[in-house]
């Protein structure tokens, strides 16, 4: 027998009071083995995409690639600074009140129509889930990892901003506190997010129980099936702090990229379900409180040598140099720039930085 269940609740969205869509005839809950994409990419050497722990992240080697971007002058980096820039609060840190406008805005953009350019998504809040799958193989293992998630990331907040009334900042995810106890932080609580340790099943509790997810899992799409997680602390225990200052002492882009791409999977695949799918992984909400936590830590290098706000180097996935004026798309969800727009987070164009 199959419940509905529907929703009754208020939500704010574009400014005005609107019914919550009705939540969907309960979706099944996909096998585990679904989600394990990994293997289905490959990088441009045939080699698996895999995640680094601490021993990879310290011995860490990339082909270089010369660097063929023009130094940039103070005068732009000084004409380049915003004068406000929005502040992103890690979440432990985050008012309760802001947490819940945040969850809000989310949920307003899982029930406004989708734009009808990113093939099965069912509402707004899915194309980005499709925009991201449609990209997995451009925007994974090269240098342009960390760019291009950094404008998809800020699309995400500029379109909760600019379509769901939300007024503050996306929250990040300290990872490092949580290394190895993932569920002990209050994200995965039934006032928030909902749990992370039920193997494998959907997730019913919190304020995405019950999400129906219409993309993925891999490079096309299934019947709807559940928000799923699979909570695995072997996994999350490799996001600590020392993995992450490997990382950071990689000197180079390509290198340091590579070691922060690889780091990063560790939050993907210790949660598990859904965010396991390289592809489709934002269809969990969670996606983005990890993002902006490593767009945090790519900040984090950055500032540790004012030359990185001004240059770049490394290749994209078939191999061209990425230069200042290398093109940054996002499939018509937000214009196409280039990534000396997305270099300085406190720009022009960005105009956001973190809280520590």
Known sequence: MRLSF??????????????????PTLAPALPISA????????????????PLNLTDAVNLVVDKVADLTPKINAAFAAAA???TPRVRVEWESYPVKDRLEYIAAIKCLQGLKSSGGFPGSKSRYEDFASLHQSLTPNVHGNSK????HRYYIWAFEDVLRTECAFTGSIPWFDETKFA??????SIFSNDYYGSVNVGGNCVTNGKFANLVVNIGPG?????PHCLSRNLDNTKTINGDTATFNACYN???WPTFASCLEGVHAWGHNGIGGIMYDMYSSPGDPTFFLHHAFIDRQYRIWQNANSNRISTISGTDRVGNPLTLDTTVSLNGLRPTITIRDLLNTVGDKLCYKYNV
Not at 6 to 23: D, P, Q, R
Not at 145 to 148: E, K, N, T
Not at 180 to 185: M, P, R, T
Not at 219 to 223: E, V
């Open 6 to 23: 529907i929703s009754t609740s208020l939500a704010l969205c574009g400014g005005t009071l609107v019914s919550a869509a009705a939540v």
């Open 35 to 50: 989600f394990n994409t990994t293997k289905i990419f490959v990088d441009t050497t045939g080699t698996y995409i895999k």
């Open 81 to 83: 600074t915003c004068s």
């Open 145 to 148: 990892f960390l760019i291009w």
């Open 180 to 185: 190895g106890k993932f569920q002990d932080s």
């Open 219 to 223: 490079p096309t799409n299934s019947p």
């Open 250 to 252: 990689h000197a180079d």
